[in-house]
Each structure stands twice: as C-alpha cells, then as structure tokens.
C-alpha cells in the first residue's frame, strides 16, 4: 500500500471554501496535543486561548488593535503574493515605518508643533516603509536576485538600526538608560475612539485599506493586472502587463502599508519608539494573507482570528504559565496546515495497491 | 469469469470497453447525455462532434479523469469504476492528450519515466523505451532533451510512453491537429500495427477524410448526445459532417473582388536573435501587406513562426523602431497595447496561458486584450457591463458553445476558445490581424465561419497575416503565400503560383530561385 497526491481533474470549490476551517480544525487538534504533552488541561487551555478573550470589551478592544496591523500588512502582502512576487520582509517594512515616522515626533518634542506633526508621521512612515520595500524589488527586477532572501534579510538590518536609535541618538534623556524615546507629544500620537479605552484611529484605517484592497483587486485595472500576472504569466504579457513594473508596485504598495501600520503602532498602543514593538506582525501577517485566502474580507477575519491568538496567548501565560512561545508555535502551525490543506483544493490523497497489476487475473 | 487470459481477444464475444448510459453534469449543463458506447478489440473506433459536443468529456471519463455523474463503465463486460488515470492504466487503457505534458528541459527518458506507475529501474527503463520506439517504427533518442524536439517527435514520446505499458486500449484525442500530413502518414502505420496486435483505438479527430481512411467505426456526438454509429468508409465527410452538424456546411466565399489599399504591416529587415536558448533567430526578415489583402504563412513548426509572432505583437521589442511599421507608424519599439492602439490584433497559436489566463473568466479575458482601446476602462476602473458585452458578441457571432454566460476559459472546449479568442480580436475591427493557428482543434462547420470572417475583414479593408500548418487553409484563404524556414522567410508566391510541390520544397528549406530562373527563361 501507498500513499500518493494526485491531481484532481476538477478544482474543488467546497475545499477552496473549507480550506482555512480545516486548517484551523487541524491545528486545534495539534494544540490539544501540545497542551497535554506540556501536562497542561487542554480543554482549559482551549477555553483560555479562543473563549476567554471574547467575553470581556477590554480584551475585545484589544483584539482589535492588534488585528490592526495584522490586517493592514496583510492586505499588501496578499497584493504581492496574488502576482508571485515574495515579499518575507514586512517585518522590515514595519520596523523602517515606526523609525521613520519616530523621526519626526522625537524631532519636533516639546517645541509645540501643530497637528500636521501626526499626518506627517503616517505619511513618512508610509513612505520610508514603501522605498524600503523596492530595495529587494529592485533587485530583483534589475538583477534576478531572489526577493525572498533579499527581503527576509532587510529585516534585520533595520531591527539593528533602530536598536542603535533608542540605545543612542533618541535614548531618553530622563528614562533611566532604558532603551527608548521619551513618551510621543499628543499632536504625536494617533487618538482613541473611546475615552480611557485602547481602541484608537488606526482601526478605522485598517477597515478602510480593507476595502481600499477590495475595490483595487475586484474593479480596477491595475488589480486585474496584479491577479493576471500572477495567475498566467505568459497572458499577461500578451495582454500588455509589464511583470517587473507590477513588482515594484506590489512591492511599494505593501511596503508603505507595513510601515503606515509600524508608524501607527508606535504612535498608538505603544507610545513611544523601543526595541520590541512588534511580536512579529509582519511575520504573523504572511498567516493572516493566506488563511483569508488573499482576499480583503477573508484577511479581516483572519486578522482578527490571530489577533485573538495573541490575547489568549498572553492570558494562558498569566492564568496557566503557558509559556508565550506557544502562541508563536501555534501560529506556525497554522500557517503549515494552511498551506498544505491549500494543495488538497487541486490535489487529493489516494491510497493506492503497491502492485500496480490490480486488474489481471481472475476474481 | 470468462477466462479472458487464454481466450485471443479478437475472439471475444464481449466489447473490450463500453459506456452505459453514461452522462456528466456541470451544473445543469450536460456535457455527456446517457451514451452508450461499445468498443471492441482490433478496433480504430473514431469518436465525431462538433467542437464542445462531448468528445474530451467522454473520453476523461474512461480514462478516470472525470467521474461520471450517472451510467458508468464496463471493462471486458465487468462494471469498472476509475477513481483515477493511475487506475485506468492498470487496467490497460493509455491515453494520448491533445496538449503534451513534457518538461522542455529534460530528457526523453525522465519525461516517460514520469509518467510511468512501474517500479523498474530508470536503466531497464531506457533499454525498454528503446525496444519499444524501434519495434513500433517510431524512433526516439532517450538522451535527447525534450527542447531540441519538433511537435512531432514530443508526440511520439507520448506514444511510446502510452504503448510502454502494454495497453489493451488507447486513446488519442485530435493527434493528428499539430502534425504535417507527412507525420500523420507515420502515425496512420502505427495505429494500423496496434490495430492488428489485437489493440482497441479510440481516435477523435476533426478531419473526416483521415478518419474515412483509417478508422473501422465511428461513433458520432452531438450536443452531449449520441447520434449515431456507422461505418465511416460507407460515407462521404460531407455526409459525416452533416451527421455531426445536423445540417450542410457552409462554403467558404471570398468576396468578389478585393481593394487592394495601403501598406498596413511593413516589416523592414527584421533581425532578431532569440530571448532563450532553445528559440530560433530570425534573420533578414522584410514583407509588405496591404490592407484588403491576406498573406499566409506556411512552414513546419519551430522554424521562427513563434519568435515572428513576438516580434509583430510587441511581446518582443525589436531594438530599431523602424523594423516594424504598422498603419504608417514606425513600431518596433511600441509595447503590445501601444500596437493595438494602433489598431493592431492578434491572435496567438497556444490558447491555454498565452491567448487567455486559464483561471479567469470570459469576461477577464476579453478584458485582457480589450483594455487598451475602446470603453472597457473608464478612470482605471473596469467596465464590467462593456466585458461582458464583449463575451455575448463573440458568443453569438462565432457560435461560441459554453455551459453558462461567463465561464472559466479553462472550462471551454478547445474548438470554442478557439473561436472566442479569434472572435475577440475581430470584433474589435482591428486595422491588422496577426493570427497563428486560427483553426487548430476547431470542426469543420467552425472553422469555416472562422475563415470566412478572415476573408470578410480583409475585405472590410484590414490587412490580415495568417500563420498555418494547413496548407489548405493557406491556399482556400490567402491571396500570397510565403514560406518560413530556419528563421527566413521567402518571397511570397500569389496564391494561384503556389503549388503544394513548391510550398514543400520552401518548407524543407530549397529555394526556388534556380527554377524561377529557369522558368522565367523559357517565357
Ligand atoms: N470543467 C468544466 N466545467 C464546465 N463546463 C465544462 C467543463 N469541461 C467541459 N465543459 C463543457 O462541456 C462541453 C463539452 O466539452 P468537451 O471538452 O468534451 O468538448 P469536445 O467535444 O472535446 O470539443 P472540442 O472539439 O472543441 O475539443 C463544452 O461545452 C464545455 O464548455
Ligand atoms: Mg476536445
């Protein structure tokens, strides 16, 4: 007996549909594993992680904010993705955005700028994010080189830069050598939706690239060119759509989104610019792209799904000394079922006789 | 049982295959409607239709491809149910697609070892790939690359990959579409040897009189419906046709007379060295072609036909503007939409992936070379209304046959993409049409009305190139006739000069010079 994937003839519509709830069932079941193996309840540790969260309006708002970033950088990697170019490095991007934006706040501190001081960090941010993103687009429109790596290793480099900025250059004067700026001005900071509460502008921003992503991937020009692209090369090129031109939009596009949603997450939840600011949200939002199958209403919902992983993460650590790192395993998980229920909408298991004579002989 | 291990098979008392009431839905389009279809031993049975009747569907189904929604299969008078092609092969059905599955830059040995469920060693493997190419006259080298390979050759690797596992039964969907006459004439002494091993051959084809020749019985669809079974020998193609159509095939007219206008396509001394490796350089390229006039294009396939096409449609720029002039205007170095703002069309040789993106829709697809000119893009935002209009005007000029308004181009027939895409481009009038291939794969009853909207835009004043494989086609439609050969083209012959003996002797690379010499010295 053997185990063999074999093409459907037919794409499957249900599984395309299916897909991502599998995945997550899966994971679940993994989880459960996990959470035995580690000696901890797994019905409890369940309940902590996905029910916990949703039953209480702080933990709700927080779900949102962290959904934020999630949903924004997803929507520009899913632009990406949908014309096969590999963009790893949002992580980078968000990084460059947050720095970028930080320049001006720790710039015009306690000098009493006026309110241009906010949208002129969201547009820096956005713009810093956007050319750090052509770097590896550009290299590899120019040279071939393969924008995975190039892109993945960006990361580093400005996770470095920033490091040096908040131990040097920014570090607050009054912070006790802590490795941070000095709290942004209000003209600063992106304002609440709710007073005292979490909830702040940049979510109403996120929905807003949501369908900003919608209308561009569903009724323009330029979206059909990205899905085009990406679907068959060669008519694209038949139909007049420059591929590396579409490289560098993408590119451009997720970049400035991953640094909008950076500058944003330093000028709202946190505050101020430190090391740490993200748990890796450019990362987890390569999860988010394609558990909502790089659809704009199926990536608000898994960023909100992943989002609620985060809070019950952090809420399994404080009620059961689970440790975070789980939540990170949980993710990644995920993202392997993802990808693997994916290839089961063009692909199907079938166990077949290891001898391959089946049909000779009398029965 | 039967004892069928003894038992000669052409003995056999039972059909090989058959098809009980077999019927696929697609939705509530019915592909195949209750067949019935019997296939015996020592048979080429030819299966008939008009483009989307049924014919690929039917034969998926036997070979596990697609599972039927009602009636199913029996093998040798068992009831088989397939759940996959690895299933049908064990059982001895092999199977020949229209479209090759070969990876250009491996072997022909790695690309049947692929496609083999055996667990013999690549060696023993080679050693029997090489028995079996000698015995069956078809010769293959395992060590060359797939790349190197005319279209010919790639499909005798399908073959012999299908005869290596012994199969009782073949199919052969449109083989003969991509071949020249004389490589159909090799095939024909294979299948007639399988026949007489005793073999059943289920052979579709649009081309009637090779299927008069060949084939013992024809089984004929229409719609998803059997019409009928006969003896093909004992009819006419035109009576075949009518079979398949249920009326009379129109003929082919060409306009009286023609006006014979400007230049519309002006190649200039066209040099282009080729983008990969495996491409074809083309040298000292010039023609002219006016509007009103039709220019064809003959020549074996792989001899700069492709990297021409490139060039005229701008998939390729040529680096001096002045090698390709369309409408007047100097456009070598124009993008594709910038040529058909110029009113240029085209229509490439390979549908799937290159003339349409498989996975979009009709809609998409006309999007994909209409949105350059007219209304199908207002402000950078799709006109979904004027897509739409795009695909019903094509649907009802060119008859195109589909399972709902706006389907996947992938879900089409081949012969009905054919005529959407062909349709696409001449709806939108365009002041050259650069077509390869226009009825490849297409019935007979099509690719008349295809041909015949060739003749009718050149007569509404366009200027139309026309690439083939089909001499016939070239000589019912073209006005000259030009031969490409290892990257040159000829000067053209008008048509009425173009005998079949002098377009073969361009296409095997002789020139004709000496003889015009001597020809025109004798007048
Ligand atoms: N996956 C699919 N989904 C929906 N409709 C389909 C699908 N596959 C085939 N069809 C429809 O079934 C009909 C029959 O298609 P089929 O490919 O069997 O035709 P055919 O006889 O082989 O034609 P041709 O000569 O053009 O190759 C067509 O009208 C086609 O649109
Ligand atoms: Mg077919």
Redesign the pocket.
Same mark, same amino acid.
């Given at each position: 007996m053997q185990l063999i994937l074999e093409k459907r003839a037919?794409r499957s519509k249900t599984v395309a549909l299916a897909s991502p709830l599998i995945a997550i069932g899966l994971t679940i079941v993994t989880m459960t594993i996990l959470f035995m193996v580690l000696g901890k309840n797994p019905i409890s540790a369940l309940y902590v992680y996905f029910i916990v969260p949703l039953a209480d309006g702080y933990s709700l708002q927080e779900i949102a904010v962290k959904a934020t970033p999630l949903v924004m950088i997803a929507i520009g990697l899913s632009l990406c993705y949908l014309a096969n170019a590999w963009n790893i490095g949002a992580e980078g991007q968000f990084l460059m955005g947050a720095v970028a934006g930080s320049w001006i706040a720790v710039k015009t501190q306690g000098t009493g700028a006026g309110h241009w001081v906010l949208p002129a960090m969201l547009l820096l941010g956005a713009l810093a994010g956007a050319l750090y993103a052509l770097i590896p687009a550009i290299c590899k429109v120019r040279f071939g080189a393969s924008e995975i790596l190039t892109s993945l290793m960006l990361v580093y480099v400005v996770d470095l830069l920033l490091d040096y900025l908040v131990r040097g250059p920014w570090r607050d004067p009054q912070g006790f050598n802590f490795p941070t700026t000095a709290e942004f001005d209000p003209v600063a900071t992106v304002p609440t939706l709710i007073e005292g509460g979490r909830l702040h502008l940049g979510s109403i921003l996120a929905l807003v690239v949501v369908a900003a992503g919608a209308v561009l991937l569903g009724k323009t020009i330029k979206g059909f060119e990205i899905r085009v692209v990406g679907a068959a090369p060669r008519a694209a090129r038949f139909g007049g759509f420059n591929a590396n031109q579409l490289i560098l939009l993408t590119f451009a596009i997720s970049g400035a989104l991953s640094g909008l949603a950076g500058i944003i997450e330093v000028a709202g939840p946190v505050g101020h610019l430190q090391p740490g600011i993200s748990p890796g949200y450019g990362f987890t939002a390569i999860i988010v792209a394609f558990l909502g199958r790089l659809n704009p209403i199926g990536i608000l919902i898994a960023g909100l799904f992943l989002a609620l992983t985060f809070i019950g993460g952090e809420q399994a650590q404080i009620t059961m000394k689970i440790p975070l790192d789980v939540t990170k395993v949980f993710q990644g998980i995920l993202l392997f079922y993802v990808l693997a229920c994916d290839s089961l909408i063009l692909y199907r298991f079938r166990i077949v006789s290891s001898s391959p004579q089946v049909a000779r002989g009398a029965h | 049982m039967r004892d069928t291990t003894s038992a000669a098979p052409h003995t056999s008392a039972t059909p090989l295959l058959q098809t009980v009431g077999l019927t696929k839905r697609? /939705?509530s389009?019915l =592909?195949n409607d209750k067949i019935d279809l019997d296939v015996w031993p020592q048979q080429i049975h030819a299966l008939l /239709?008009?483009?989307? =009747?049924?014919?690929?569907?039917?034969v998926k189904a036997i070979y596990g491809l697609v599972q039927p929604s009602d009636g199913g299969l029996r093998w040798e008078g068992q009831t088989m149910v397939l759940s996959g092609p690895s299933q049908a092969r064990a059982r001895g059905i092999g199977m020949v697609f229209q479209h090759f599955s070969l990876f250009e830059n491996l072997t022909v040995a790695e690309n049947v070892a692929l496609g083999l469920d055996g667990k013999e060693s690549f060696k023993e493997m080679s050693a029997r790939l090489q028995q079996v190419s000698r015995s069956y006259g078809l010769p293959l080298d395992p060590k060359r690359e797939v790349w190197q390979l005319s279209v010919g050759e790639r499909q005798r690797i399908e073959i012999v990959r299908a005869l290596m596992q012994n199969p009782k039964f073949l199919i052969l969907d449109?083989p003969t579409a991509v071949l020249t006459p004389q490589e159909a004439d090799q095939l024909f002494v294979v299948l007639e040897r399988l026949k007489s091993e005793g073999r059943a051959i289920l052979y579709i084809s649009?081309k009637l009189e090779e299927v008069r020749r060949l084939c013992d019985t024809a089984t004929i669809?229409r719609g998803?419906k059997k019409v009928s079974t006969c003896n093909p020998k004992a009819e006419t193609a035109a009576s075949l046709a009518r079979m398949m159509v249920g009326t009379e095939i129109k003929q082919v007219k060409p306009a009286a007379s023609r006006e014979i206008t400007v230049p519309r396509l002006v190649i200039n001394d066209l040099n282009l060295e080729p983008e990969d490796p495996h491409g074809v350089h083309l040298r000292d390229i010039s023609m002219e072609l006016r509007g009103g006039e039709i220019l064809g294009i003959a020549g074996v396939a792989g001899n700069g036909q492709d990297e021409l096409f490139a060039a005229l449609s701008g998939e390729r720029l040529a680096r001096d503007p002045g090698t390709i002039v369309i409408e007047g205007i100097a456009a070598g170095h124009l993008s594709i939409s910038r040529r058909r703002k110029l009113g240029a069309a085209f229509v490439p040789e390979e549908r799937l992936g290159h003339g349409t993106a498989p996975r979009m829709r009709l809609s998409e697809n006309a999007l994909l070379t209409g949105h350059a000119a007219g209304n199908m893009v207002q402000h950078g935002f799709v006109n979904t209304a004027a897509t739409l209009n795009a695909v019903d005007r094509a649907t009802e000029t060119f008859d195109v046959?589909?399972?709902k308004r706006d389907?996947e181009a992938a879900?089409?027939?081949?012969?009905?993409l054919q005529k959407f895409i062909v349709g696409r481009e001449i709806l939108r009038n365009p002041a050259v049409l650069v077509v390869s291939q226009p009825t490849w794969?297409v019935?007979a009853g099509a690719a008349a009305v295809i041909r015949q909207a060739l003749l009718d835009l050149a007569a509404a004043g366009a200027a139309v190139l026309v690439t083939s494989q089909d001499l016939d086609e070239l000589i019912e439609i073209s006005d000259r006739i030009a031969v490409m050969f290892h990257g040159r083209l000829s000067a053209s012959l008008p048509t009425a000069e173009a005998s079949r003996e002098k377009l073969g002797l361009l296409m095997g690379g002789s020139s004709l010079e000496t003889k015009e010499q001597a020809h025109a010295a004798d007048t």
């Open positions: 037919e | 697609y /939705g389009f =592909a /239709g008009e483009n989307g =009747a049924g014919k690929s569907t039917l449109e649009h669809l998803g046959r589909k399972a389907p879900s089409l027939s081949g012969g009905n794969g019935d």
